[in-house]
């Protein structure tokens, strides 16, 4: 074998060895690759929002993001929990999960017959944005949801029209019953986006800013502004009670916390996929 | 063929050995289910080294969220946690050790912890200035409850929030106490 067969075979044996380690590596993105729902282009902008960023600052900007269209579901998740078996209800460590984690479902991989388009719940925050990472995701910030969740059939911001205000409030309003709904049944919204309300509560990536009020910066023991005002928060559109609802049940939750009613979808950087 | 199997050895080893070495720290089989060191944490200390929420496993550590460009309630944090020790027997204080995690990874560079280990005096061989990438630091913060947000000005809003953890990285207190020692803090600390 002259010097150049050799180094020529040196290459190509390189070539195959790297690209089978890239395949492993990202052999959980390509198993997941078509499973994933196909996430809306949202083009961002600025908005009023109901928590201010700071007290003289009523608007949030957001920018240009993609959302899944639906809620992650059970299916969905059964996959994950199999590729990564440190998130089965039996092997995940408590401190990520609360004891509710999953338990709903027939076994550790496997959910109840029949309710695999039904959206997931009793998911913890660790869990829900270890999902979206293994879909090199994450989770939507609160102001991405919230500009989302703005938005009617029609209009990016239908939160002044009484009508669809109440069409959202008669979901609070009704009795929640044993069963979910399956994801993708409700009209897709301004963006293309389906199950924002009436459906689950959902997961947000900055949950530990829930509760922080803009003005108890540096200023005493941040933890007493922070009880005593927690009732005070500077919430701006009072009227949109929707939101503040949405914004209670978050806040009341910790990143172990499980509950049957709270799921998730996830959310990309628009530039990060063409 | 042996000499096929050669090359097969020579490439995969590097490439598994790369493939174990990017894998987060930290976690390990024998950690207790309440252990916070499960959390497969990327940090780098103010001397550019990378380790893991686990830096002191098998001492009893202090740990806390801060950010160096703040001017009010995180010098207050360095001067709570010194009080602290100093209430401590010079043998407690020996074992003690103090790891502090930054909020704002993109300002606290390495550099920039160093900078203030320097200005701060801090004696870097009991304590570390760390930072983590944003999901490291959410999910820090959410392990020790800590409610933060970035305000528009680039500031942070958060909660102090000094935590004790037990050798084997399970939460055994913590305190939002500023400005003096928390008695409850201290108590866990004496025994």
């Not at chain 1, 009670?241 to 172990?256: G, N, P, V």
Request: aromatic residues 8%.
């Amino acid at each position: 074998m002259n010097r150049r067969a050799k180094s020529t075979r040196a290459a190509s044996v390189w070539t195959a060895m790297t690209c089978l380690a890239l395949a492993a590596l990202f052999q959980d993105d390509l198993a997941h690759a078509d499973a994933a729902p196909q996430r809306a282009r949202v083009p961002g902008g600025t908005f009023a929002t109901v928590l201010p960023p700071a007290n003289d600052i009523k608007t949030a900007t957001v920018r240009p993001f993609e959302l899944d269209r639906t809620p992650v579901t059970n299916a969905d998740f059964a996959r994950f929990v199999t590729a990564h078996p440190e998130w089965q209800r039996d092997r995940v460590a408590r401190v990520f999960a609360d004891q509710s984690y999953l338990l709903h479902w027939a076994g550790p991989s496997r959910p109840a017959a029949g309710t695999g388009n039904q959206p997931v719940t009793q998911v913890s925050w660790f869990a829900a944005n270890a999902y979206c990472e293994a879909q090199g995701a994450r989770l939507p910030t609160w102001y991405e949801w919230e500009l989302v969740g703005a938005a009617s059939k029609d209009l990016a911001d239908a939160r002044a029209d009484p009508a669809w205000r109440q069409s959202i409030l008669d979901w609070y309003a009704k009795p929640a019953g044993n069963t979910l709904p399956e994801v993708g049944r409700t009209e897709p919204n301004f963006y293309g986006v389906r199950d924002i309300h009436g459906m689950v509560w959902e997961w947000v990536l900055d949950l530990g800013s829930m509760m922080v009020s803009a003005d108890n910066r540096e200023q005493g023991d941040p933890n007493v502004s922070k009880f005593c005002g927690s009732g005070a928060l500077s919430f701006e559109e009072k009227e949109n009670y929707a939101m503040l609802m949405r914004i209670a049940t978050l806040s009341s939750m910790q990143a172990s916390y499980t509950s049957s009613t709270m799921g998730f979808r996830c959310a990309a950087d628009a530039a990060a996929k063409p | 063929m042996k000499r096929a199997f050669l090359i097969l050895a020579v490439v995969l080893v590097p490439i598994l050995g790369l493939l174990a070495w990017t894998t987060p720290l930290a976690a390990r089989e024998s950690d207790t289910p309440t252990s916070l060191y499960q959390l497969q944490a990327a940090l780098t200390n103010q001397d550019g080294k990378s380790h893991g929420l686990d830096v002191y496993r098998g001492h009893p550590v202090l740990i806390t969220l801060f950010y160096s460009s703040c001017q009010a309630t995180c010098p207050l944090i360095v001067d709570t946690l010194r009080v602290t020790e100093r209430e401590l027997t010079a043998a407690q204080r020996s074992q003690l050790r103090v790891l502090m995690i930054s909020i704002d990874p993109e300002r606290d560079t390495p550099a920039a912890l160093h900078e203030m280990a320097n200005s701060r005096h801090i004696d870097t061989s009991r304590w570390t200035l760390a930072r983590g990438d944003a999901s490291t630091v959410r999910n820090v913060a959410a392990l020790l409850n800590v409610q933060y947000r970035q305000l528009p000005s680039g500031e942070f809003s958060h909660s102090t929030v000094i935590a004790l953890l037990s050798p084997t990285g399970e939460l055994e207190t913590s305190s939002s106490t500023l400005g003096h020692a928390d008695a409850a803090l201290l108590d866990r600390l004496r025994k």
